[in-house]
């Protein structure tokens, strides 16, 4: 059994809508580490049109990451990144590719919730070829309501690692959508996406309940073989 890393979660405290306190962040974790979680990709949303730019992004973080680390929190192994929102030209944004999931080479995309154009997967597949980075496309299963079948296939058929929430293991329909992605041995990461302590707080015993133990072995292993 391999340990548990949550690839996609707002515990970093006052820097999105996700914890708005540092006990906030120190309780998520909490659950976390209760439901088996090890280690934390902090993934703040990063929404090019909003932030000045990358670097004071960055500093935002730093500060937000230091004010947690101080208070000891029960799981310490946090890596920083950014969930960063596919916005026109954000190929274009200096210093992008520090965005990416520290010490990997992985960077995670959010898709917008909209209907898809191909000049999403454009700027995605510019940032990952400039930068030698991998995509990692977040939460899949949240773009079923935007896209048609067609949509769904160019986005798989790009060369990225595909999200998924343990909230998805709740919904028929996105249960029976990542499944599918399972059995055709899609590239998987897992990730709770918990943003606070009530409606998304750490789900990880849904997840485990939903998949067997190989199934969820494989998708950390596969994050393991991206840790620089
Ligand atoms: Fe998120």
């Known amino acids: 059994m391999s340990s548990l890393t949550d690839i996609h979660s707002h515990i970093l405290p006052f820097m999105d809508d996700g914890a708005d306190s540092v006990e906030m962040s120190i309780h998520m974790l909490e659950i976390m580490k209760e439901q088996g979680v090890e280690r934390v990709v902090a993934t703040p949303h990063f929404y090019p049109h909003k932030e000045k730019n990358v670097k004071s992004f960055l500093e935002k973080r730093q500060n937000s990451y230091e004010k947690l680390m101080s208070s000891d929190p029960p799981i310490s192994d946090i890596l920083l990144g950014a969930e960063v929102s ?45 930068y030698k980075l991998t995509s990692v496309i977040a939460h899949i299963h949240r773009y079923i309501p935007f896209y048609t079948k067609p949509d769904f296939e160019k986005v798989l058929q790009s060369d990225s690692v595909f999200q998924v929430n343990a909230e998805a293991f709740g919904n028929f329909r996105e249960s029976h959508f990542v499944k599918k992605l399972i059995k055709n041995d899609f590239p998987l990461a897992f990730g709770s996406d918990s943003h606070n ?23 950390m292993a596969l994050f393991e073989s991206h840790l620089k």
């Open 86 to 130: 596919v916005e026109k030209d954000i190929s274009d944004l200096e210093n992008i590719n520090l965005l990416a999931i520290q010490n990997t080479d992985l960077f995670l995309f959010e898709l917008q919730y909209k209907s898809f154009s191909d000049w999403m997967l454009e700027e995605i597949d510019n940032i990952s070829t400039a």
């Open 197 to 219: 302590l009530s409606d998304r707080k750490p789900n990880w015993s849904l997840l485990k309940k939903k998949l067997n133990q190989s199934e969820i072995d494989k998708a």
